[in-house]
C-alpha cells in the first residue's frame, strides 16, 4: 500500500514508518520539524528513514492546506495515518491557540484531504487525556469524555467529533486511537522516562508530580506500533449493533470506531522512577510537588474492545522498556 503518514519525524510516526516499509508499504512522511522540542532529535529519526527504500518526506505544516493536497496529490495514499499535532498538556496552558492551529484547523485540511480523493481508511491519534475528569477506572470508549481538563484533551475529543461527522456525512472510514502514556527509544523529551533519564545520568533533581502517587498505563513503542497497523488493515464499516436510544462514542451507524491502545497494566510513578533508577544504576534526587494543572491523577486503558477486533496484544513489561529506553539514551547522547 502507499500510506501517509503525518507526523513522520516524530516518535510514533517514525517507529510506524519502519514497520510498514518493513512489510512493503510505500510511506511518505509529512512533518513540519517544528521546535516543540530538540530538532536534531526529529531530524536524527527522519535521517534513519531518508535511506530506506520506499520512503519519501515533505515538510509542512498541516494548517498549509494548499501543501498538504499537492503532497496527497503526488504520492496518491490509499490510506492514512495522521500523528502530527501540538502535543503536551502542560503547553497548552502557555500556548492555546497552537492547539487550535494544527490540531483543529489541520485536521479539517486532513479530512477534507482525505474525502475529496476517496482514501480507503483514515488512522488518527487521539489520546487518553480525553477522559479528562473521569475517575472510573479503567477508562473505557464506552465512557463519556465530556469534561476535559485541558485544551490539548479538548482538541483531541474535537477531532473525534469531526472524524464521525465526516464517516456520516462522506462515508469516510475513520479510526481514533487514543493513546496512553507512550514510551520506548527515541522517545519525546518532554515525557517523563526521558527527562528522568536525563536528569538522573546528570546527577540532577527530578521533578515528581503528585508526589509520586500517579498511576499511569505505561505503554510501549512496539505495541502501540503494532495496535496502529492492525486497525489500519481493518476499515471499519457500520457497526450493526449500534442503537440511537442508547448511543455509545465507541461506535456508529457511519463507518467510524474509537479504540484506546494501551497497556492496561498501569504502573506507580515511584515504581517507574525506581526502574529508571535500576537501568541508570543512579539514585535519584526527587523534588516532591503538588499535581499540576490539566494533569489527572491515574490511566488505565480497557482495550478489550481493540483486543476482540484486531487480536491486539501488548506484551512489553516496564521493566524491559524502561531498560532498552535507557540504554538508547545512553548510545545515543553518548554517556
Known sequence: MRVLITGAAGFIGSALAHRLLDRGDEVLGYDNLNDYYDVTLKQARLDRLLVREGFRFIKGDLEDREALEAAFDD??????????????????????????????VGFLNILEACRHRAIEHLVYASSSS???ANRKLPFAVEDNVDHPVSLYAASKKTNELMAHTYSHLFQLPTTGLRFFTVYGPWGRPDMALFLFTRKILAGEPI?????????????????IVEGVIRTL????????????????????????????IGNHRPVQLSRYIEL???????????????LQPGDVPDTAADVSALMRDTGYSPDTPVEVGVERFVQWYREFYAV
Open 75 to 104: 504520492f496518491r495514499p490509499v490510506r492514512v495515518v495522521n500523528l502530527a499535532a501540538q502535543a503536551g498538556v502542560r503547553y497548552s496552558l502557555e500556548n492555546p491557540r497552537a492547539y487550535i492551529d494544527a490540531n483543529v
Open 130 to 132: 480525553v477522559y479528562g
Open 207 to 223: 521533578d515528581v508530580f503528585n508526589f509520586g502517587n500517579h498511576s499511569r498505563d505505561f505503554t510501549y513503542v512496539d505495541d
Open 233 to 260: 488493515d481493518r476499515i471499519p464499516g457500520p457497526d450493526e449493533t449500534f442503537d440511537p436510544l442508547a448511543p455509545t462514542p465507541a461506535s456508529s451507524h457511519a463507518p467510524y470506531r474509537v479504540y484506546n
Open 276 to 290: 529508571v533508577e535500576q537501568a541508570t544504576g543512579k539514585t535519584a534526587l526527587k523534588r516532591l510537588l503538588p
